[in-house]
């Protein structure tokens, strides 16, 4: 209870200071109730994600970057820290600070923080889509495509962040239209998901921008389980497709796992949910 409560003050606590990423940290604040409630069904997925980070990344050039490094379950800070001379946790949820505080007081400053959005753009648009009068302009706004963002380290790992890009947009674009009461039309779906997409695609050109070595941790599947195991229902978590290459990369190192994300029963009687990951390693060729 002490702790639930904990989460709902933080949440307050930022809405009343005007914070413009009130989604993103109630989201993440819905990951730290699942990973302390489902701790079990959780850690073969964090301990798969940290040995695959661990195993996959080379020391030296500029320094690793995490992009999506939230709460730092699926971390290995520590193999991180003794590897690199510069370790840069990347996130947009400012809830997070006290944790990254912590982190900071044990490794010094050759752990840096940066709270922003990989996406670049995320702000800008979300002015732009409020401003749509029609859902003509919103249409058109749509088709805009995202920029390209430097990560300045020479390894560069997005953490489970692609499946969240457009989702994140997505519901964002939803909240624009119910609140302005603009039809949500097969068009606009359509378009929605096609700017969801993009987004996607712009976050793994990003990442190809300057790094010599990408560590993608992403999720493929969304799956719904039954009280046995079996398939309830399924959907892709990408918009875009899977990138199972990068061009100018080759792949180094793969794997892939279920993360048993809510147990059977675990939030609605007999079902559960589960995601299925995968991980690849590029290396510059
Ligand atoms: C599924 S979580 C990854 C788990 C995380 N490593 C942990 O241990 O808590 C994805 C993370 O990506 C972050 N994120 C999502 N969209 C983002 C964006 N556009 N820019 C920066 N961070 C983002 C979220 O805030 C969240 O912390």
């Not at 603009?182 to 793994?204: C, K, N, T, W, Y």
């Not at 990442?207 to 399924?234: H, K, M, P």
Request: charged content about 25%; glycine content about 8%; overall charge neutral.
């Amino acid at each position: 209870v002490s702790r639930s409560i904990a989460r709902h003050l933080t949440y307050l606590h930022h809405a009343m200071k005007g914070n413009p990423w009130l989604d993103f940290i109630s989201m993440g604040l819905g990951i730290q109730r699942r990973a302390e409630r489902f701790k079990k069904s959780w850690e073969p997925h964090l301990d798969a994600t940290r040995s695959f980070i661990e195993q996959n990344t080379r020391t030296g050039g500029s320094g690793i970057a995490l992009l999506g490094a939230g709460r730092l379950y699926d971390v290995p800070l520590k193999a991180l820290m003794e590897r690199f001379d510069h370790v840069c946790l990347v996130d947009i949820d400012s809830s997070l600070a006290a944790t990254w505080a912590e982190a900071r007081k044990i490794w010094g400053p050759r752990l840096i923080t940066e709270f922003r959005d990989v996406t670049g753009v995320l702000q800008e648009w979300q002015g732009r889509l409020h401003a749509c009068n029609s859902s003509r302009e919103l249409l058109w706004f749509l088709h805009e495509n995202p920029p390209r963002v430097t990560f300045s380290y020479s390894t560069v790992v997005s953490l489970n962040i692609l499946s969240q890009l457009g989702v994140m947009w997505r519901d964002r674009v939803f909240a624009c239209c119910r609140s302005k009461g603009f039809d949500i039309s097969p068009e606009i779906e359509h378009i929605i998901a096609v700017s969801s997409a993009r987004l996607e695609l712009a976050h793994l050109e990003s990442l190809a921008n300057d790094a010599s070595e990408i560590v993608l941790v992403a999720d493929r599947s969304f799956v719904t389980i039954g009280r046995r195991g079996e398939v309830v229902e399924q959907e892709d978590a990408l918009y875009g497709p899977w990138p199972d290459t990068i061009s100018g990369f080759t792949t180094s190192g793969q794997a892939s796992w279920r993360w048993e994300i809510v147990p059977v029963g675990g939030e609605v009687a007999h079902q559960g949910t589960v995601h299925e990951v995968q991980a690849r390693c590029f290396r510059r060729t």
